[in-house]
C-alpha cells in the first residue's frame, strides 16, 4: 500500500522515518515539518532483505531531493545501532541496522531506536 501526502521539489534536504514493525514496515518522506510521502509494505523476515528493500523504498520516495538523516524504530532493544533482541523479528537479532542502512545510503546518518 502507498499514499502520497504532498511532492517533493528538486533539490530540498529531506528526512526519511521508518517503523520496522514484526509485520509492516513503514517509510516517510520529510521536507522540513511536512509530511512528503509514506509506504507501507510487509515486512521480510530476513535482514538482509529487509534493509535492502527498505534502502529501495527510500531511495524511491526520495528521487528528487538529498537526504540527510534518517531515523527509524524497530519492535525491540537497540544498542548502538544494532537490534539486540526483538520478539517478533527473531532473525533480525543482532543485526546493525544503523551501519547497514548508513552504508548503502553513501553514509547519510542513521538513528535507530525502540
Same mark, same amino acid.
Given at each position: ?24 514496515? /513503514?517509510?516517510?518522506?520529510? /521536507? ?12 521480510? /523476515? ?69
Amino acid at each position: 500500500m502507498e499514499t502520497g501526502t504532498g511532492t517533493i521539489l528538486e533539490g530540498t534536504m529531506l528526512s526519511v522515518g521508518f517503523d520496522i514493525g514484526g509485520t509492516t514496515t /513503514k517509510v516517510t518522506c520529510v /521536507k522540513g515539518e511536512q509530511l512528503c510521502l509514506t509506504e507501507t509494505y510487509p515486512t521480510p /523476515k530476513d535482514p538482509k532483505e529487509g534493509i535492502r528493500l527498505l534502502v529501495e523504498h527510500i531511495k524511491k520516495l526520495t528521487t528528487d531531493g538529498e537526504v540527510h538523516a534518517v531515523c527509524g524504530s524497530v519492535p525491540g532493544t537497540v544498542e548502538d545501532g544494532v537490534l539486540i533482541s526483538a520478539r517478533n523479528l527473531s532473525q533480525w537479532n543482532g543485526t546493525p541496522v544503523a551501519r547497514m542502512l548508513s552504508d548503502a545510503l553513501g553514509g547519510v546518518p542513521v538513528t535507530l531506536l525502540n
